[in-house]
C-alpha cells in the first residue's frame, strides 16, 4: 500500500510540475522530437540519393570510360573498341564549343552534344525530340518550357573552323532534356571567353559537318553499385 501511495504522489508531482511550466515542457518535447528527426533525416538522405542516382545513371546508361583524342576518333576504332574484352558498347560522340546567342541578344559560350543513341541518352523533361538538323534540345536546369519554339543561333562571330563543322547556325528549341553527363550545377570549363560554358545544347549528329568523333564513351559489362570499391577498382 505504501509502494502504491509512493507512486501516486510521484504521479500527482510530475503531473503538477509539467502543468506549471506546460510552455516549458512543451518545447524540451519539441526539441528532441525536432532533433530525432534530423538524425533521422541524415541517416537515410545518403542511401536514398544514392539510390536515386544509381537509378538514374542505369537508365540513361552512363558511361563508365571516356576515350579522348585530339585527333578524333573514327568508326572503325569505335567498332574495334566495342570488340574488346571488358567492353559491354562503345559510342562515338561528337561536342563542339561555340558562341551561342540563346535569345538574350547577348552571346555566351554553350557546349554542343550531338544525340547520343545508347550511352548517355538524354532524358526528355518537356517538349518532343528534334525532328530535322536545325532543331535542338536546352539544358532543362537553366530553361523551362517556356524556351520551346525559340530560336538559337550560332554566333558568325565564331572562328571559320567553328561555323563550317555545323551544317546549321540556326536551331529551334523543341524540348528541355536532363543528361547524365552533367549532375551537378557547373557546365565544364572551355577555352573560349572566360574558361566557364554558360550551358550545353544537344543536337541531331547530321547536323555536325565532320568526319570524325571527338570522343568515345565505354561501357563495361555487370550491374556496379555507384561509389563502391569494387567499381572504383575495376579493372
Known amino acids: 500500500d505504501r509502494m502504491v501511495m509512493r507512486q501516486n504522489r510521484m504521479r500527482k508531482n510530475l503531473t503538477r510540475s509539467i502543468l506549471r511550466s506546460l510552455g516549458r515542457y512543451i518545447a524540451i518535447v519539441t526539441i528532441i522530437a525536432l532533433g530525432c528527426a534530423i538524425f533521422v533525416g541524415l541517416k537515410v538522405t545518403k542511401t536514398d540519393m544514392i539510390a536515386t542516382g544509381q537509378d538514374y545513371t542505369d537508365r540513361q546508361n552512363m558511361f563508365d570510360l571516356q576515350l579522348l583524342n585530339p585527333y578524333g576518333w573514327s568508326q572503325t576504332e569505335v567498332d574495334a573498341i566495342s570488340k574488346l574484352e571488358g567492353v559491354e558498347d562503345a559510342e562515338g560522340s561528337i ?31 518537356s517538349g518532343r525530340m528534334p525532328k530535322s538538323v536545325d532543331e535542338c534540345l536546352v539544358d532543362g536546369e537553366y530553361f523551362d518550357e517556356a524556351m520551346i519554339g525559340k530560336t538559337i543561333t550560332v554566333s558568325p562571330t565564331n572562328d571559320k573552323e567553328t561555323l563550317d563543322s555545323l551544317n546549321s547556325h540556326t536551331y529551334t528549341v523543341v524540348g528541355c532534356i536532363s543528361t547524365p553527363l552533367y549532375m ?25 559537318h565532320v568526319d570524325y568523333f571527338t570522343e568515345i564513351y565505354v561501357t563495361i559489362p555487370g550491374a556496379w553499385s555507384i561509389y563502391s570499391d569494387a567499381y572504383t577498382s575495376r579493372d
Open 95 to 125: 561536342y563542339l564549343d561555340a558562341y551561342v546567342d540563346a535569345g538574350s541578344g547577348a552571346t555566351s559560350v554553350y557546349r554542343l552534344h550531338a544525340i547520343p543513341e545508347r550511352i548517355n541518352r538524354v532524358y526528355l523533361l
Open 184 to 208: 551537378d550545377m557547373t557546365r565544364g570549363s572551355t577555352s573560349l571567353g572566360s574558361g566557364s560554358l554558360s550551358s550545353y545544347i544537344y543536337i541531331p549528329a547530321e547536323a555536325f
